[in-house]
């Protein structure tokens, strides 16, 4: 599965799910958006694998995406997970901060992970390079590739202009032949970072389309957050409130919510699909309510409030919500990568294609 198949499904509802296995991590990056650290929380398994449970060949999401923390901290988790969510038809997706490159070998449960899923991500960055070498993680990458596996870099940088990300692209290209795909994103303030990252270095941690009205094109997919709650979207301000998430965004929690639940709320939930069709300004603007702060502060105020449920009931937010999905898909994969993360790399997601 090479990473445009898995971004081209990004602007289609309830097509995939995130899985956020444990925010447990031994590597400690100081850029790190879930504040991971070897102590961090970790839950039971059992909410994960029902929600995997509830696929059936008849429903269940195209892709399932595992991560962290460190998703391979936990690689027979991995492994039954991407089995069974391949005996119902769905792909498997694993990002991973390569901490096990440092060794001389892949350990055999993490080498049997790996061999589980259909698409293996390595996170690359300055800050993962102070933790673990670079040369570590393409010899891991290369090794894979040999064998045919699909894989993908996620690289990490500043800024556009951040000279270590020219840097990197070139050596990452050169390393891996210019056939593995490059996902190249910007360091938001949130989590470890928000303590350092300075008022011109902030950039938007989510970004809606630049037309107006600017609909949300992160509330596609689920997202199963540490604790086993399912939110709306993978905002990490809402995956960290867990349980205190607002009403609209919360969709149930894994241990007891199956699949054919979690989708019919994502995909039919009438706030939520308002927000996906014009983006939360514009509903809190039909609805006659203030801005709350930032695009995001503002869906989070649209909460319980009487007002914006009745605008989110409209029909035509129905239409307007496929207006919104077929923008994306034209926009295509690359036009995602471009205005998720750094708009001069965007085109690198289509290597080795
Ligand atoms: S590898 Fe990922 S999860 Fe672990 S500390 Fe680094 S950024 Fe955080
Ligand atoms: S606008 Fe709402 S649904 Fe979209 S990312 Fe922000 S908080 Fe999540």
């Not at 500043?158 to 360091?187: C, F, H, K, M, T």
């Not at 129905?318 to 034209?330: G, P, S």
Request: with cysteine; glycine share 8%; proline share 7%.
């Amino acid at each position: 599965m090479h990473l445009l198949d898995i971004l081209s499904l990004r602007p289609v509802p309830a097509s995939a799910v995130f899985l956020s296995l444990t925010r447990r991590c031994p590597l400690s990056c100081r850029h790190c958006s879930t504040s991971s650290t070897l102590r961090s929380e970790e839950h039971s398994e059992l909410p994960f694998l029902r929600l995997v449970s509830s696929f059936t060949s008849g429903l269940h999401p195209r892709l399932v995406l595992m991560s962290g923390g460190e998703a391979l901290l936990r690689p027979h988790l991995v492994e039954r997970i991407a089995a069974r969510a391949r005996e119902s038809g769905t792909g498997s997706y694993l990002l991973s901060g390569m901490f096990f490159a440092r060794q001389a070998r892949i350990p055999a449960p993490v080498r049997k992970a790996i061999e589980a899923v259909d698409h293996f991500a390595a996170s690359m960055d300055a800050f993962h390079e102070e933790e673990v070498p670079r040369r570590a993680v393409l010899a891991v990458l290369r090794a894979l590739q040999a064998e045919d596996r699909d894989i993908s870099v996620q690289l990490t940088g500043l800024s556009d202009d951040d000279p270590y990300l020219a840097e990197a692209v070139g050596d990452i290209r050169d390393a891996l032949g210019d056939q593995v795909p490059i996902l190249v994103g910007l360091v938001g303030p949130v989590g470890r970072a928000a303590k350092w990252a300075d008022g011109r270095r902030r950039i938007l941690t989510h970004r809606p389309m630049a037309s107006v009205p600017a609909p949300c094109t992160m509330a596609a997919w689920p997202v199963v957050t540490f604790d086993g709650t399912v939110v709306a979207c993978c905002n990490q301000d809402v995956v960290d409130r867990g349980g205190g998430v607002p009403a609209h965004l919360r969709l149930g929690h894994a241990d007891r919510d199956g699949w054919p639940e979690i989708r019919r709320r994502s995909v039919t939930r009438p706030l939520l699909r308002a927000v996906r069709a014009v983006g939360p300004r514009a509903v809190a603007t039909l609805s006659g309510l203030h801005q709350a702060g930032d695009y995001c502060e503002t869906c989070r105020s649209l909460a319980d409030d009487p007002r914006a449920a009745a605008t989110a009931d409209r029909p035509v937010f129905t239409l307007l919500e496929r207006e919104a999905r077929n923008r994306q898909l034209a926009e295509g994969p690359a036009g995602f990568a471009r205005r998720f993360g750094s708009a001069r790399y965007g085109e690198l997601v289509g290597l080795g294609r």
